[in-house]
């Protein structure tokens, strides 16, 4: 949860790199990140994070294609999930 909980963050807090985040320079500090999760710590969960079968990835796909398929279940378990709690009251339109 800890993960997710800073790979949202860094989402909503852009930084150049993502080493930045656990930098002690008043700068780039972001204290909180440092105080829940080291920088290896993050790195190697990150590493080692794995949502699907690399056998069940279709070989004629394309990188990008492939990339998303790495997520794809999760991704739309995540979009099932908040489209099931939030339910607008009235038709919503975002003007571009």
Request: proline share 4%; with cysteine.
């Amino acid at each position: 949860m800890v993960l997710l909980s800073i790979l949202i963050y860094q989402g909503i807090v852009q930084k150049p790199k993502i080493a930045m985040f656990w930098s002690t320079k008043s700068l780039f500090e972001t204290p909180y990140i440092l105080k829940i999760m080291t920088e290896q710590r993050f790195s190697l969960l990150k590493k080692c994070l794995h949502f699907v079968d690399n056998n069940t990835v279709p070989i004629s796909t394309s990188s990008a294609e492939r990339s998303f398929w790495n997520i794809k279940n999760f991704f739309h378990a995540v979009i099932e999930r908040f489209s099931s709690v939030y339910i607008p009251n009235a038709y919503v339109a975002v003007d571009a």
